[in-house]
């Protein structure tokens, strides 16, 4: 399984390679699988709060989030979509589909932090990836912390600037 590091901020050039490589992994039939990991971010919370993880997340041959560490909180956890605080074990991520960690669906919950996260603060994960062939991969995560997804404060900046 490879791994694709991304930028933190989309363009559109960058969203129409990016649209054009994973095509091109789809249908090249020796190819290796790729999982791509975009946009991660989390809210911010002072110390010994919990605070939650989002991100989008990519394979192109399927496979299972079966894991997550971090050093800056006691637990972290897999939530169910919705507002109830169930975790779940496992997070499948379907061959070719986005799955989006955000709020109100599938997300990350960092419980009891280690430390404050402020506003532009970076948190390091560690996502275990379990392929559909069985293999497992460990997938470094550099997450910020912020108020809402880059996507939303790019759309936000557009929408409030006069053409």
């Not at 971090?70 to 070719?96: H, M, W, Y």
Request: proline share 7%.
């Amino acid at each position: 399984m490879k791994i694709a590091a991304l930028p933190k901020g989309p363009s559109q050039g960058f969203l129409v390679a990016l649209c054009c490589g994973t095509v091109l992994a789809l249908l090249a039939p020796n190819a290796s699988a790729l999982f791509v990991v975009n946009q991660p971010w989390v809210r911010p919370a002072k110390l010994e709060q919990s605070t939650e993880v989002y991100m989008n997340l990519t394979s192109t041959d399927g496979a299972t989030l079966v894991a997550v560490h971090t050093s800056d909180a006691e637990e972290i956890v897999i939530r169910a979509p919705g507002k109830t605080a169930r975790a779940v074990a496992t997070l499948p991520l379907p061959a070719g589909m986005l799955v989006a960690l955000a709020p109100g669906k599938s997300r990350l919950a960092m419980i009891k932090l280690k430390r404050s996260v402020n506003l532009g603060d970076r948190l390091l994960l560690t996502l275990t990836i379990e392929g559909a062939d069985g293999s497992r991969q460990e997938i470094p995560v550099n997450a910020e912390a912020r108020m809402r997804s880059p996507l939303d404060d790019e759309r936000h900046a557009h929408h409030t600037h006069a053409h």
